[in-house]
């Protein structure tokens, strides 16, 4: 059967999951989402998802919202649903609403969770589903001079529990009720729960589905990655920010302040949101860490694999000229290599001529989908800096495709008699690369 273009692009994306796989068997995520997902008849498609997730080894604890539920059940019986602060008062007659708008939704939930349809994504799916009073919580008392009665917060998660029944295979939905000591049931938010568990349990992603894409710049730029202190700056800006992000970005700075390896914020409204976001490279929505993913560092003989990854393809367009592995070995401390996430996606190589106080820029490459992301520039940078050190004068390229580039960051053309005298004796004429300067 010959191989069509489909199937080949098929293969590609297959392969290039293959490394996310092998990192998230085992792994701890949380993933919470609102009432509104269920309500909204979008839950089907997300438990296509979460069987996918779970067959893959990965732990998971979902948790879920009811605020349209609830508020639906608060009309019906003729009762006012009053907020104090941004945060919903909770009496005796509006608790029984909660709980029973609460049990109607994780009801539900669990019942599409347990499809095991043929010819659909569930097919021979066995996802047991556990819950419990896993979530111990308090009663937020009086803020400025008002009671909020049955409204709670977290005040601890039962760590050793949700571990074993993880361990066991099942996944664990919380649902936004916490319990205390003394038999009291308190209404909590989602996002309150799902922050609390993902710090207790050392989570190694938090995700939160809401209804914009993610965090957006002043442009309305999705802003694909955020460190906290980034974040926290989107937070001070002076400009209106969605409800959805206002909500959620403080939740996923608190997690990632606490250790949570990495919070995502990605759109509901998607279908196949969460794979998209934590199956590929780019992501569809907001991803927050503690600090930059980028990392420009020396290289070292493991590193080859990856660097050849990088050059091959520039190689096979004769935009480089080819290196083989063993020559690669050899001149690898020439190298350094950018890290994305502990991702090669970058490299480039320094060949100094010291005598004439000169270097060669070599082998700067970038991976075709991170070629916007401003990592040449970066690379290139560090390079310089690296000159510098050595005393070196001046920088110089030579290429044959990508002359503007070059221009556009402070090179200037010039000919071959501007090239060191060792490097002058081994241009190529044949392959006629232009050359560029730059002082430094």
């Known amino acids: 059967m010959p191989i069509t273009a489909t199937s080949a692009d098929f293969v590609a994306w297959f392969r290039s999951v293959a490394p996310y796989i092998n990192a998230f068997r085992g792994r701890t995520f949380v993933i919470a989402f609102g009432g509104e997902v269920v309500a909204d008849g979008k839950f089907v498609e997300l438990t296509h ?51 029973e708008a609460v049990g109607r939704v994780r009801v539900e939930i669990e019942a599409l969770l347990s499809m095991g349809l043929a010819n659909s994504p569930m097919a021979n799916a066995d996802i047991r589903v556990a819950g419990g009073n896993f979530i111990t919580a308090q009663p937020i008392g009086i803020i400025n001079g008002m009671d909020l009665m049955h ?3 977290v005040r601890k998660v039962d760590v050793a529990a949700l571990n074993d029944r993880m361990e066991f295979g099942e996944v664990v939905l919380l649902s936004p009720l916490g319990y205390s000591p003394t038999g009291e049931v308190f209404n909590v938010t989602l996002e309150d729960v ?35 202190a980034q974040a926290q700056d989107v937070l001070s800006t002076k400009r209106k920010l969605p409800d959805d992000v206002t909500l959620f970005l403080p939740c996923a700075i608190r997690a990632c ?33 503690e600090s930059t993913l980028n990392t420009l560092r020396n290289t070292s003989i493991e590193d080859v694999g990856g660097i050849l990854k990088l050059l091959r393809p520039l190689e096979a367009e004769g935009i480089l000229v080819r290196r083989s592995r063993e020559l690669l ?57 690296i000159a ?27 000919d071959v008699s501007a090239l060191p005298a060792q490097k002058k004796s081994l241009y190529n004429y044949q392959r006629k690369s232009k050359v560029f300067v730059r002082k430094i």
């Open 257 to 289: 302040e606490a250790g949570v390896a990495r919070t995502h914020l990605i759109s509901r409204h998607t279908d196949g949101a969460v794979l998209q976001e934590l199956f590929s490279d780019e992501g569809i929505g907001t991803m927050l860490v």
């Open 194 to 228: 799902a922050t609390a568990t993902a710090i207790a349990l050392d989570a190694d992603k938090l995700v939160f589905l809401m209804d914009t894409d993610g965090v957006q710049d002043k442009k309305g730029k999705l802003l694909k990655e955020l460190t906290i």
């Open 388 to 414: 510098k050190t050595q005393g070196l004068k001046k920088l110089f390229v030579l290429t044959t495709r990508t002359a503007h580039w070059f221009i556009e960051r402070g090179f200037v053309e010039s």
């Open 151 to 153: 409204t709670g917060s």
């Open 329 to 385: 070995e050899q001149e690898i401390d020439r190298f350094v290599v950018l890290e994305h996430d502990h991702r090669i996606v970058g490299c480039a190589a320094l060949y100094p001529f010291p005598d004439e106080a000169a270097a060669e820029l070599a082998c700067l490459a970038v991976e075709a989908q991170s070629r916007d992301h401003g990592y040449g520039e970066a690379i290139l940078n560090h390079m310089i800096d």
């Open 49 to 99: 998802d979460f069987n996918l997730l779970a067959s893959l080894g990965i732990r998971l604890v979902l948790v879920h919202g009811a605020r349209p539920q609830i508020e639906q059940h608060l009309a019906k019986n003729n009762l006012g649903d009053t907020y104090h602060h941004g945060i919903r008062l909770t009496d005796a007659e509006t608790m029984q609403c909660v709980k």
